[in-house]
């Protein structure tokens, strides 16, 4: 068996969420006043690669402590979406996660109950458009997914969407129906929102894993073809920390390999 290691390592100035709390670790004994090394650590519940409960979304939602560690340990693929990404982009806008783009690996979603779509985002970790222009989900991309039987979905971004930057001087926007009569710039500003609530509302619930790193080692499955994509599951763990009623949690991801 081989493991590959999914986590964005966690270290002062490492990059969060805007608005959210910085990654801090300050020590409070060490080894030439105290003989030991005591490290304080603060974090928010979203820092670095993290899982969302439905609490996030919800005053209501069920928090951290509602799921058992055998939640967080399944059978999954990853999706390479990186060859065909750049068809989906618009103007100026992050390239889209259309459900066009998704619906050649329908089957897949049948096969496994965690999907992770590779995007090449990792790569931006840190960078200034790490959080501003990472590759989005639609509105319809959102419903598109929320319908499929898996339980957890892994992203390389920090979150569903960034249309909320969107304005209409970015460029044209590839046609929708579910857009008909609808403003873009009030539809994207809430798509993050908005999609969060769909897949964390869901019952059960589509969890959330966000800010995963991708090494090109992970086995992936392309553009599909006849037979492509066997063999190319693992199991996938992805461990919250045993925090009470916590709306989300950094993670430990890790692929387990057949070899």
């Not at 993290?50 to 967080?72: C, L, M, V």
């Not at 066997?230 to 991801?253: E, H, N, Q, T, Y």
Request: with cysteine.
């Amino acid at each position: 068996m081989r493991l590959i290691d999914l986590t964005q390592p966690m270290r002062e100035g490492m990059p969060v969420y805007p608005g959210d709390p910085l990654f801090r670790a300050r020590p409070t004994a060490d080894h030439e006043t105290d003989g030991y090394r005591v490290t304080e650590l603060a974090l928010g519940t979203h820092t670095g690669t993290h899982i969302d409960f439905p609490f996030h979304s919800f005053q209501d939602g069920e928090r951290s402590d509602a799921f058992g560690p055998e939640t967080f340990y399944l059978k999954a693929a990853a999706l390479d979406l990186t060859g065909e990404l750049e068809k989906y982009r618009y103007g100026t806008l992050p390239p889209l996660i259309t459900p066009e783009l998704l619906e050649p690996f329908r089957p897949f979603f049948s096969e496994v109950e965690g999907v992770i779509l590779k995007t090449g985002w990792s790569r931006h970790w840190g960078e200034p458009d790490c959080f501003t222009s990472f590759p989005s989900f639609l509105p319809e991309t959102a419903d598109w997914l929320a319908e499929q039987p898996i339980r957890l979905l892994g992203l390389e971004t920090p979150s569903l969407s960034a249309l909320a930057y969107y304005s209409p001087q970015d460029g044209p926007l590839p046609p929708s129906p579910r857009r008909k009569g609808e403003a873009d710039e009030i539809l994207f500003l809430h798509a993050d929102a908005e999609a969060h609530r769909l897949f964390l509302g869901r019952v059960p619930p589509l969890f959330l894993l966000e800010n995963l790193l991708i090494p090109d080692e992970l086995p992936v499955i392309c553009v599909p073809e006849a037979d492509n994509g066997k063999g190319a599951s693992f199991i996938l763990a992805a461990f919250p920390l045993c925090l009470d009623a916590a709306d989300a949690s950094p993670v430990r991801a890790v692929a387990f390999l057949d070899c």
